[in-house]
């Protein structure tokens, strides 16, 4: 199965479950008095639009490269990613006004069943992170990486959820807005996390070299090539699931114009078939 397969069918994998889960948070919401769990619920909802969104970037990404787009359309990926971002700041933002409003508003203690919820929610978010991040390495996909993210941040603010309102529960009358401060942290958690998502697709965007690890790699894979010398300049860019490489190889000085041009292919051929995930390889010969 191809990385855009695997990332498609583990999309798809994302909004069955946020789907299931939505539902269930706003009904043990409404009926167990925790808006902990509403906020959940809001979250999961914008989790499921974002999904489809990545959904969305995966399958135009897997459109073949064309006149206009050279070198594919792999660059959707991270574009998608913003967007994600935004679900997750405004989702924040709704849940912080709600909570803060919340909190200065008398309403009852949350229901102890709530709790029970809470738990298979939290087991249930934490497996569908590991699936997720697996995948998403994988694949090297930022988009998917994000989708694991909104899985561990939901999983993390159903943790916070389930202690507040245990707080609640335990010391009873005059704590009934732990449930909502809760809510209020679990906001402030998601800002958060939508900066660690957003950073590596600007970085991604903008062909900042840090992929020093795949750069080593290429560096030792190129001596195995016969006539290959050395290697000068190596710089990669991420469009999608795929690395472009633009590398500088060392050869033989005396060597003809046609040796050189037949060692560039022949390191070509030798790196997209033993480093997984390369894109356009292009080489340029220096004479040693």
Known sequence: MSNEQTAIRTTYFSIFGNVF??????LAGFFGNSYALIADAIESTTDIFASILV?????????????NHPYGHGKIEPLIT???????????????????????????????????????IIIWKEISFQVVIRKSKQTHSSSLRADAWHHRSDAITSIMAFIEISIALILGKGYETADDWAALFASGFILYNSYLIFRPAL?????????????VEIREKSLEVKGV???????????????????????AGEMSVKMG?????????YLKENIPNLGHV????EPN
Not at 203 to 215: G, K
Not at 282 to 285: N, P
Request: one cysteine or more.
């Open 282 to 285: 292009l080489i340029h010969i």
């Open 82 to 120: 913003f967007v994600v971002v935004a679900f997750l700041v405004i989702s924040a933002t709704v849940i912080a006004h709600e909570s803060i409003q919340n909190i200065n508003t008398p309403h009852e203690l949350p229901k102890s069943w709530t709790l029970i919820v809470l738990g298979v």
């Open 21 to 26: 889960l939505a539902i269930i948070k706003a």
């Open 229 to 251: 010398l050395d290697t000068e300049k190596c710089f990669i860019r991420k469009a999608g699931m795929r690395y472009h490489v633009d590398l500088h190889v060392i050869v």
């Open 261 to 269: 041009h037949d060692i560039s292919h022949e390191l070509k051929d």
């Open 203 to 215: 970085s991604e965007i903008m062909d900042e070299q840090i992929y020093e690890e795949l750069i």
């Open 55 to 67: 959904l969305f970037g995966f399958k135009y990404a897997k459109r073949p490269a064309d006149e």
